[in-house]
Each structure stands twice: as structure tokens, then as C-alpha cells.
């Protein structure tokens, strides 16, 4: 067999599903984290298979874009699970009930 | 009897398959400290593969920025954290939830995998392929040409978005210290 620009698709669209299953399954807020980087780089490998594809470079110049929003998603969404934390003493998603009375 | 191997075939299977088994342990490992490095594990082999596909700028900055500064970030914060009463909160999503999760995923993983793999053999609308980016001075060169000439009023956007993430990140950590001190900031 011979490489071919469909199996990097494939690949994307199941590490993205399995991004999503970790986002769904979990309860702990820094593996759903986790889960939102892994669908970001599904979406980065999209980006950059379906550049190689068209034969043109717009879709690097995007995936580029989508690491540096990671990258700032990354750091606010810690700082709240760091706030998070230092008020409810956990990172379970669960226990986030402070508007229910 | 003689074929040849192709090893650009050969690298990404075995990259792929990295970062497949990776990936599922990152959602299925109990502890967070092991699910972060298997995410490490999955952003080295994504690295790997954009550099079969040819983008090997893109592969540079996969692992400058997410290994180097984002996972940094990750492992920073869960060994802050310390959150050492690891409960097994995959087992508190209930078993009908997960079954039709799952039915409901595999569903939508076919019409993407139908709707990807319609699309790959499209005509060629550019005209940039690895011979004319050799030609035109390398990855580096054809990339930052199209971003500094074409998109760069959006890479200027792009570092406002960044300053108000630092500028909303220090808002937040510094407003935790100030209730929990009680004002006296040494």
C-alpha cells in the first residue's frame, strides 16, 4: 500500500470523535480540557491535509491561527480551573452548583 | 520479486497508531497526570505526521508550542492542583448515557469519515506542490509570505485575542490571592 491523502482525514475525524468522548465521559475538568486540545488538533490535521490536498498553503496559515487560540484557550481555561479550585476545593464539573440554591 | 517499501506509508501508520492508542488512553486513564503525558505522547506523533504530509513548519510548531508550552501549562497546573483523592469519575456517567453517547458518535464518525473521504480527491485549485514550495525557498518562506502579506491584519488580530486571554488570565489568578489573603499582599 501507498500513502494516500484520505487516511490522514480518517484519522482526524476519529481522534476528534475520541476528543468528544473524553469531553462527554469525563467529570474531571482538566482531562475535558484535554479532550478540547485533542479536538483542536484533529481540526489542525484537517487544516493541514486538506491544504496539501488543494495544493495550496491557506490551511497551514490556519492551523498556525488555531495553535496560537489553543494556546490562549489553554491559559484561561486553567486559570479558571485554578480559581475553581481554590474555591470549591475540586476539579469535578459536577460539583459546580453555586447558582443552584 | 521485487516492491518497494513505502516509507512515508510505513511512518504514518506507525504514527497513527500512536496516537490513536494515545488518545484513548488520555479519556480512559484514571489519573491525570498519566492522561497528560499520554497527550504529549499524541501531539509528538501529530508532529510526526504533518511532517510525512510535507508541512514540516507546521510540524516545528506543533512541538514548540503545544508540547513545549501548552503541556507545560497542563502538567504546571495538575501538579499545583495535587488533587490526590482521584475518584474514578468515568464510572459516574451512567451505562445507558454511555451506550447511546457511544451509538450516537459512531453515527456521526460515518457521515464524517463519508463526508472527508468524498472530498479528498478533489481538483487541485493551487498550484504549490513540493516541488514549486522547493522552488519558491522552502516551507518557511512560502508560509510566512502568505501570512505576513495576505492575513496579516488577522495575525494582528490574533495578538489582541492573546492579550486579553493574559490580561483575563491575571484577573483571575490575582483576585484568588486577594480574597484568600484577606488584602494583605506581602
Not at chain 1, 37 to 46: D, K, R, Y
Not at chain 2, 83 to 104: A, C, P, R, W
Request: hydrophobic share 60%; aromatic share 10%.
Amino acid at each position: 500500500m501507498i500513502f494516500q491523502l484520505w487516511m490522514p482525514l480518517v484519522l482526524a475525524v476519529m481522534i476528534f470523535l475520541i476528543g468528544l468522548m473524553g469531553v462527554i465521559f469525563r467529570r474531571n475538568l482538566l482531562i475535558m480540557m484535554m479532550g478540547i486540545e485533542l479536538m483542536l488538533n484533529a481540526s489542525n490535521l484537517l487544516f493541514v491535509t486538506f491544504s496539501k490536498i488543494h495544493q495550496r498553503v491557506d490551511g497551514e496559515v490556519m492551523s498556525i491561527f488555531v495553535m496560537a487560540i489553543a494556546a490562549a484557550e489553554a491559559a484561561a481555561g486553567l486559570g479558571l480551573v485554578i480559581a475553581l479550585f481554590r474555591t470549591l476545593k475540586t476539579v469535578n464539573s459536577d460539583s459546580i452548583q453555586l447558582l443552584r440554591d | 520479486m521485487s516492491f518497494e517499501i513505502d516509507y512515508s506509508f510505513v511512518a504514518f501508520i506507525a504514527f497513527a497508531t500512536i496516537a490513536l492508542l494515545g488518545s484513548l488512553m488520555v479519556v480512559f486513564k484514571k489519573n491525570a497526570v498519566s492522561a497528560a503525558f499520554s497527550l504529549i505522547l499524541v501531539l509528538f506523533s501529530f508532529a510526526g505526521i504533518y511532517a510525512v504530509l510535507g508541512a514540516h513548519f507546521v510540524a516545528a510548531l506543533q512541538i514548540l508550542i503545544y508540547t513545549g508550552a501548552i503541556m507545560v501549562l497542563f502538567v504546571f497546573v495538575i501538579m499545583l492542583l495535587n488533587d490526590h483523592h482521584t475518584e474514578n469519575d468515568l464510572e459516574k456517567t451512567g451505562f445507558l448515557l454511555k451506550v447511546v453517547t457511544s451509538l450516537s458518535l459512531v453515527a456521526l464518525g460515518t457521515i464524517l469519515v463519508k463526508a472527508v473521504y468524498s472530498s479528498a480527491d478533489v481538483h487541485p485549485t493551487g498550484t504549490l506542490n513540493s516541488d514549486e514550495i522547493i522552488r519558491l525557498g522552502g516551507s518557511v518562506q512560502v508560509i510566512s509570505e502568505a501570512l505576513f502579506k495576505d492575513n496579516v491584519f488577522q495575525f494582528e488580530l490574533l495578538s489582541f485575542l492573546i492579550l486579553a486571554a493574559v490580561i483575563a488570565t491575571i484577573t483571575l489568578a490575582k483576585r484568588g490571592t486577594k480574597s484568600s489573603k484577606n488584602g494583605s499582599e506581602t
